[in-house]
């Protein structure tokens, strides 16, 4: 995306003005998938694609927005209680009154925006596009909330105005991404660490099955509930316990409420449980530059994600068997699931291989062509000169 046609773009709907232009990135996760909202690890980083907004206050006290990708435009006051319909301008107009709730005087602006990440890849174009307006309207108003806050500005923007409960991961790396660097976040007690990421003879890879996600409404918040009923449970056996999220539960402990939840919520919780162990046995694998390890653990999640959290879809599941079959290192979905895309970590000679195998054997089945993604890593949530 170029900025210089979003900036003419905006020039033309708002009367040849010029306004500052923002960035923030789409994320890839390497591993730690759906641990967020259970107090667990993610390993995400920021990748290149992401969403890029001009925007110029107006001196009213109404938003007018233009999205060049639907080319779609609305406007509403910045205090109005329902806000917009269309779902693009949802996430900016709950960004606003989110800043707003935590001391950014917002006022009317004007704004137009666009983007790289593919909608519904698992990518969080939408994390990208809260980010974008968090970030530049807390810079235009002068606000001072800190990166954390425009964090949870996004978060709460899809809890309270698009209805997906979503953790803490995508709108953690598109804010606080680095370029070349994964991070290593506990979602529990929130401290983080950059790792340098350059696995010297292997490429990270997506395959974008194009099966659209929608995780607003979607079985997602359901997998977050079977979560909660048995931590639920889990306490009421064990009332001298704190116990918060699956983080603070064993394997003992899913073991004892098994007569109590519903042979579905073990399962799933069975799952978490085990990407716990996964997060940490491919941090340790990082420390010892073992990507053969970090390959497999991949694969295991893979498993679990379809077999147990059941998030997967028959077009991941094939992309999966296929990366198998060619010798890729590791391979999983990637993001919330039930589409999108999958994260591969490929050897240098296989590539070229596998990424024929991969468009070909699909398109043969399914009459789709998968969009192949090399991941670079990029920075988080930005001004652009
Ligand atoms: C979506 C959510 C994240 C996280 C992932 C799964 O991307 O927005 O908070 O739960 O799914 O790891």
């Not at 979003?6 to 994320?27: C, D, H, I, M, Q």
């Not at 319909?85 to 006022?107: D, M, N, P, Q, S």
Request: aromatic fraction near 10%; proline fraction near 3%.
């Amino acid at each position: 995306m170029k900025k210089q046609d979003l900036l003419a773009a905006f020039a033309a709907k708002f009367n040849g003005e010029k306004g500052a232009v923002y960035a923030s990135p789409g994320r890839i996760n390497l591993i730690g998938e759906h641990t967020d909202y259970n107090g667990g690890f993610v390993f995400p980083g920021a990748v290149e694609q992401g969403i890029m907004a001009v925007i110029r206050p107006n001196g009213t006290d109404t938003v007018r927005a233009y999205s060049m990708d639907l080319d779609d435009y609305a406007e509403w006051a910045v205090n109005d209680a329902k806000g917009p319909e269309a779902t693009c301008f949802r996430f900016v107009y709950g960004v606003a009154r989110e800043l707003i709730e935590r001391g950014v005087e917002v006022k009317g602006f004007n704004t137009v925006f666009a983007g790289d990440v593919p909608l519904g890849a698992g990518m969080s174009s939408s994390a990208a596009l809260e980010s974008c307006f968090a970030y530049g309207l807390n810079d235009l108003f002068h606000g001072s909330v800190t990166r954390w806050d425009m964090v949870l500005a996004g978060q709460a923007t899809e809890h309270k105005y698009i209805g997906c409960n979503c953790g803490i991961m995508d709108q953690f790396a598109s804010v606080f991404g680095q370029a070349g660097k994964l991070m290593r976040l506990d979602c529990r007690s929130r401290e983080f660490e950059y790792f340098p990421f350059d696995p010297k003879g292997y490429k990270l890879v997506l395959v974008n099955s194009c099966v659209k996600h929608e995780l607003a409404g979607s079985p997602y918040n359901d997998r977050r509930r079977s979560c909660e009923n048995v931590v639920a449970a889990i306490q009421a056996l064990h009332p001298e316990r704190k116990i918060e999220t699956l983080r603070d539960c064993t394997w003992e402990d899913l073991e004892a409420v098994k007569g109590t939840c519903s042979a579905e919520d073990i399962k799933r919780a069975k799952y978490v449980l085990g990407e716990k162990d996964r997060v940490l046995a491919v941090c340790d694998a990082l420390n010892r530059g073992d990507y053969e390890e970090v390959g497999k653990q991949m694969y295991l999640t893979h498993e679990g994600l379809s077999k147990d959290y059941e998030v997967s879809c028959e077009e991941l599941d094939f992309l999966n068997d296929i990366a198998k079959e060619c010798g890729v290192t590791g391979s999983r979905i990637m993001g919330g699931g039930f589409g999108g895309c999958t994260i591969n970590l490929v050897k240098d000679e296989l590539y070229d291989a596998f990424v024929k195998r991969a468009v070909e054997a699909f398109e043969a089945k399914y009459h789709v062509t998968p969009k192949i993604i090399d991941v670079v890593i990029g920075d988080g949530s930005r001004k652009i000169d």
